[in-house]
């Protein structure tokens, strides 16, 4: 799999980053400061990932989306994987945030995030619909953290 940083043209990504969050007005604000990375596979795009630094040791992503078609075939895990490599010259830990109930929440547990804190009523006040996840409306993001070796 290859990465590549997207620095033009940001917006051709928006049909698959709204795989990862489906609030285009929230996108758009991390995209503008945030680092995109395009994921390929013999040319073929299979994901995306946003990255935003929060402080000069911190570094959140926003956003991870694999193509439906890709899915459950183990890029989530190789794009997080490529994410903390890259981050961990410039970073102490990366964080990442998702809702309760939700199958993102046990696939970030799994590779190694640990929750961090909580925001209450992040879904409800910062989406303009109810987001459902597994039959359950998200209200509280879940911030998770995984500390970088060095």
Known sequence: ???????SNKAA?????????EQSSL???????GTLFAFYQDDKLVG??????IDYETYEIKNLAIKPDWQGQGYGKAILNYLEQY????????????GEGSDNLIFYQKCGYQLAHL???FFL???DHPIIENGIQLKDMRYLQKQLAK
């Open 48 to 53: 995306v990932a946003v990255v935003l630094s």
């Open 13 to 21: 990504f928006m049909p698959l980053l709204l795989l990862g969050d």
């Open 125 to 127: 006040e910062n989406y």
């Open 119 to 121: 925001v209450p009523n």
């Open 87 to 98: 981050y961990l010259k410039t970073a102490k830990k990366l964080l990442v945030g998702t």
């Open 27 to 33: 996108i758009n604000q991390y995209l503008k400061d």
């Open 1 to 7: 799999m290859k990465a590549k940083i997207i620095h």
